[in-house]
Antibody, heavy 116, light 113 residues
Framework: EVQLVGSGGGLVQPGGSLRLSCVAS????????MHWVRQAPGKGLVWVSR????????SYADSVRGRFTVSRDNAQNTLYLQMNSLRVEDTAVYYC?????????WGQGTQVTVSS | DIVMTQSPDFLAVSLGERATINCKSS????????????LAWYQQRPGQSPKLLIYWASTRESGVPDRFSGSGSGTDFTLTISSLQAEDVAFYYCQQYFTTPLTFGGGNKVEIK
């Protein structure tokens, strides 16, 4: 059974940092590019970042470029999102998702709240 | 960036009736090498993560009931639920994967009338 289990969210003050993790199981993690997508409270889905299957190619939304860093550890089947200089507008549920051209499987999401 | 626009924002349909959701992209999303439109539809039930329903504009994901169908090409696409069931109450999002950044429509809320 394919699973993506996210963790690492929480409450942080503006300007703070968090690192999200997403542990994959049930498929060959190293064979897939992976994405992060976020959803602010009561809002729609917004793409955040992508990393290729080897970890060498990354891309970011303009709103997070320079503050967020995506990485992966294929030996540990884990995807990461390092989030620095967090802003109130980064408050959202963050989903990791597997790419197969499109996003064909999503994790359960982890809540990030940025507030003073 | 490709802008995805969905309509209507909200749709109330009686059980067993047809629901139709529209999605328009600001640019053509036809993948010429595959001759397929890079357009997906996702369902998000309350409190759950999104689930893939349709890809390449009209290909149903494995396990998705056949009452869900997708159509369209170029810049105009449609998701149809042929006979609405109670479990179909959800938000529905279209998404283009033609180019990065991936972009989603604003979502349509489907409820029972």
């Amino acid at each position: 059974e394919v699973q993506l289990v996210g963790s690492g969210g929480g409450l942080v003050q503006p300007g703070g940092s968090l690192r999200l993790s997403c542990v994959a199981s049930g498929f060959t993690f190293s064979g897939y590019s992976m994405h992060w997508v976020r959803q602010a409270p009561g809002k729609g889905l917004v793409w955040v970042s992508r990393i290729d299957n080897g970890g060498s190619g990354t891309s970011y939304a303009d709103s997070v470029r320079g503050r967020f860093t995506v990485s992966r550890d294929n030996a540990q089947n884990t995807l990461y999102l390092q989030m620095n200089s967090l802003r109130v507008e980064d408050t959202a549920v963050y989903y990791c998702a597997r790419e197969w051209d499109l996003l064909n499987f999503w994790g359960q999401g982890t809540q990030v709240t940025v507030s003073s | 960036d490709i802008v995805m626009t969905q309509s209507p924002d909200f749709l109330a349909v009686s059980l067993g009736e047809r629901a139709t959701i529209n999605c328009k992209s600001s640019q053509n999303v036809l993948n010429s090498s595959k001759n397929k439109n890079s357009l997906a539809w996702y369902q998000q039930r309350p409190g759950q993560s999104p689930k893939l329903l349709i890809y390449w504009a009209s290909t149903r994901e494995s396990g998705v009931p056949d009452r869900f169908s997708g159509s369209g090409s170029g810049t105009d696409f449609t998701l149809t639920i042929s006979s609405l069931q109670a479990e179909d109450v959800a938000f529905y999002y279209c998404q283009q994967y033609f180019t990065t950044p991936l972009t989603f429509g604003g979502g349509n809320k489907v409820e029972i009338k």
